[in-house]
């Protein structure tokens, strides 16, 4: 029995297509205590935080995003939306998550773009934004009708019409958070992919390369994220155990 499986390491993870969903939901739930309640006879996924002030869904509707990151008001944060199209892949998504559910996350007013133009991301010549060096991705800000959105568009650098996917996410999102994304998007660590469910479109600029990786890398991916992840949270401290005094009615001599 070989040790080892064939799969694909693909760059960049914007062009990866979606991979599973798990990679995002499965640290949820078990490194930041999120509570699912599923209906069984609905394909949808519903996570709540802790606190019940914010809830990832997961709706498979061919007409609308997939994915709704949702948090609700609080003294000094106007609620806000995030949604993210079917085929992004889970590692942008999870970094978006990542950022949301940690303790110590830097939530200075670090410029969102910051990271794409260290990354030498280009101005927009046709309409406001920053443009990938490759023409895949852009990244803008839009106010209209008194609503701002942060939008990221990922198309197949031919035509709007051959489009990967888009996130879009309310203009009063922190903007650590909107930054976690653009740095996601600049990450250049190439992501695994099963090579039978590769995405047809931006095959143009993506890097693949079919190698064999262990089978306990694989197996054990999510786990190690999970723990990982949990080791962020601090853990509540065990009171020492307390031994029986020689008085103790059930201690016997």
């Not at 709007?160 to 903007?175: H, K, R, S, V």
């Amino acid at each position: 029995m070989s040790d080892t499986v064939e799969l694909t390491l693909v760059s960049p993870v914007y062009l990866a297509g979606r991979g599973d969903p798990g990679w995002v939901t499965v640290p949820l739930h078990r490194a930041s205590g999120w509570s699912y309640g599923h209906d069984p006879l609905m394909p949808r996924v519903l996570l709540t935080s802790p606190n019940q002030q914010a809830m990832l869904r997961i709706d498979p509707d061919p007409d609308e995003p997939w994915w709704t990151i949702s948090h609700a008001r609080t003294d000094d944060q106007p609620a806000w939306q995030a949604t993210f199209d079917a085929h992004t892949p889970v590692e942008i998504i999870a970094a978006f998550t990542d950022a949301l559910t940690n303790p110590r996350a830097l939530r200075a007013a670090t410029p969102p773009t910051a990271p794409l133009r260290q990354a030498g991301w280009r101005d927009d010549a046709r309409q406001s934004g920053l443009v990938s060096p490759d023409g895949v991705v852009r990244v803008e800000y839009v106010s209209e009708h008194g609503l701002d959105h942060w939008f990221i568009t990922v198309t197949d650098g031919r035509t709007p019409d051959d489009e990967l996917w888009e996130a879009c996410l309310d203009g009063t999102t922190p903007p650590h958070l909107v930054a976690a994304l653009t740095r996601a998007l600049t990450d250049a660590t190439p992501v695994i992919r099963d090579p039978k469910r590769m995405p047809g479109l931006g095959v143009r600029h993506r890097h693949d390369v079919r190698q064999p990786v262990p089978v306990e890398t694989v197996a054990f991916a999510l786990e190690n994220r999970v723990k990982h992840l949990t080791g962020r949270h601090p853990q509540p401290s065990t009171p020492p155990a307390q031994l029986p005094s020689a008085s103790s009615p059930g201690r016997t001599p």
